[in-house]
């Protein structure tokens, strides 16, 4: 399977500053990222689709404005919180879609607090 | 909705019991089927997967999983767990063209010693 890394694993920031969460693919040529958001003790929820080159796809109720997605090359997606706020804290999650686009490999994760 | 269902949401066991976890979906098309894994600290990991043939699909670390169609289940199943089990059990459906993984809620297993 790919290899993914995020960068970085933990940051604790101040309410109102932005974050900027690096997600990379280590081997593997990715067209279409993935992010994810998971609370603690709960499922992961996808925010948003990420596709080389163009924009981002994002689900239903998810701010496009507030989590700013930029997938700019094969190998790295970025996501953004801008402006965060305490309820932004989480762990995000992001993953790419494997040759066959149906399995998907995971990052290890973000854990973001906003004090 | 396409939702995905896992009935126990923690499950306590001594080593060498036997494990099931169920997971059920509504979707009514085709769909790929997956159990992913998440131990303490770690990254999600894929366990199995299952798209089409033998609905009886083996994993990783001796786990197995079985797609019953017309429960629109895919439970997980160990017969023998190990401490090292102990993790985090997700289920995750796919549509077959959607593309977008659909998570259960995860069921935490711990393994007793």
């Known amino acids: 399977g790919a290899v993914v890394s995020q960068h970085p694993s933990r940051v604790i920031c101040k309410s109102g500053t932005s974050v900027k969460i690096e997600c990379r693919s280590l081997?593997?040529?990715?067209?279409?990222m993935f992010w994810y958001r998971q609370f603690p003790k709960q499922s992961l929820m996808l925010m948003a689709t990420?596709?080389?080159?163009?924009?981002?796809?994002?689900e239903q109720g998810v701010e496009k404005d507030k989590f700013l997605i930029n997938h700019a090359s094969l190998t790295l997606s970025t996501l953004t919180v801008t402006s965060a706020h305490p309820e932004d804290s989480s762990f995000y999650i992001c993953?790419?879609?494997?040759?066959?686009?149906?399995?998907?490999?995971f990052g290890p994760g973000t854990r973001l607090t906003v004090l | 909705a396409q939702s995905v269902s896992q009935h126990n949401h923690h499950v306590i066991l001594s080593e060498a019991a036997s494990l099931e976890l169920g997971c059920n979906y509504s979707?009514?098309?085709?769909?790929?089927l997956f159990w992913y894994v998440q131990y303490p600290g770690q990254h999600l990991q894929l366990l199995l997967k299952?798209?089409?043939?033998?609905?009886l699909v083996k994993g990783i670390k001796g786990f197995e999983a079985e797609f019953i169609k017309s429960k629109f289940s895919f439970n997980l199943r160990k017969p023998s767990v190990q401490w090292s089990d102990t993790a985090e059990y997700f289920c995750?459906?796919?549509?077959?063209?959607?593309?977008?993984?659909?998570f259960g809620q995860g069921t935490e297993l711990s393994v007793k010693p």
């Open positions: 993953s790419l879609a494997g040759s066959r686009e149906d399995t998907q490999y």
């Open positions: 979707y009514g098309g085709t769909v790929n």
């Open positions: 081997d593997f040529q990715a067209t279409t």
């Open positions: 995750a459906v796919m549509p077959y063209l959607g593309g977008k993984l659909i």
């Open positions: 299952y798209f089409s043939g033998d609905p």
């Open positions: 990420s596709n080389e080159g163009s924009k981002a796809t994002y």
